[in-house]
Structures are given as structure tokens and as C-alpha cells.
């Protein structure tokens, strides 16, 4: 992942967690510790999905919440409940190959975006992991987009 880079405009938050999660080798940063407004504190697990931007053709890498089914990581692209599906998922749209690190484990994997039974299945993972996800849902008439990163074999 040495030639992706940070995505722009990302919230300060996210850029020192995937700094730390980078310049660590994925030591540090696989579980974010955050406390959400109304929320208790909570330790979710993080990865770095790097994707190939669908107008530049860069590489960039978005930290991300991640649950996990079956050998494949779930992702949500909630964006907070805005009105837009967020950039990597678009991204993702044009190019659902992507490089994904896990903690300190690097894999390339494919983007699916799951429907119908299998979405909200995936949909109540996601709530356990982050809970948040349920207040965005209701921020937004778009039905929130939920994906299956399926490791290459």
C-alpha cells in the first residue's frame, strides 16, 4: 500500500487514527477507542481500505469500522447518515478491488455490496460494532449501503 495515500478531506480525527494505524504497522490503531454523543465509550475494531479513486485512478485509504462474517469483513458506507454516499464507496462502485489491512495483516479482497436478507443480516453485525449506524439510518432517506470484503484466494 506504499503508493496510496490518505484520502482528502478527511475529518482530523480519522487522519491522526490512520496515521497512527500506518506509522505503526497496524500496532496501534486496530481498535479505535472513541466515545459517540449518547453513547458510552466503545473500542471498535479498525481497518485501512485503500481504494482506486474512479476520476484520478490514485490509491486511497480510508480508516473504516469493520465487523466480521465467515472469513470476510463487513463495512458500512453510512458517510454519518448524509444525503451522499461517501467517496470510497463510489470509489468502490467503479473498482471493487481493494487492498485491505487488518491490524498488522495486508490483503487484497473484493468489494460486494450485499442485498435483500443478506443486508440486513450484515446490518444487525454492523449495530453490534457500532451502534451508531442505527442514528444514521434515520439522518437519511438512502438506504445505507453495507459490504462484504471477500478476501483474493
Do not use: C
Request: charged share 20%; net charge positive; glycine share 8%.
Amino acid at each position: 500500500m506504499s503508493e496510496a495515500k490518505l484520502a482528502p478531506n478527511l475529518p482530523k480525527w480519522m487522519v491522526d487514527h490512520a496515521n497512527a494505524y500506518m506509522s505503526s504497522g497496524g500496532k496501534e490503531g486496530h481498535v479505535y477507542t472513541v466515545t459517540p454523543p449518547g453513547y458510552a465509550e466503545m473500542h471498535v475494531p479498525a481497518l485501512l481500505l485503500t481504494t482506486t479513486g474512479r476520476k484520478s485512478g490514485e490509491k486511497y485509504i480510508f480508516p473504516l469500522f469493520y465487523g466480521e462474517d465467515n472469513g470476510r469483513y463487513i463495512i458500512v458506507a453510512s458517510k454519518g447518515g448524509a444525503p451522499d454516499h461517501p467517496g470510497w464507496y463510489k470509489n468502490i462502485q467503479s473498482n471493487p478491488q481493494v487492498e485491505v489491512q487488518v491490524g498488522t495483516r495486508h490483503l487484497h479482497a473484493k468489494a460486494v455490496t450485499v442485498t435483500g436478507p443478506e443486508r440486513q443480516r450484515l446490518w444487525e453485525k454492523a449495530l453490534k460494532f457500532w451502534p451508531p449506524y442505527a442514528d444514521y439510518a434515520k439522518k437519511t432517506e438512502r438506504e445505507i449501503p453495507v459490504l462484504l470484503l471477500e478476501p483474493a484466494v
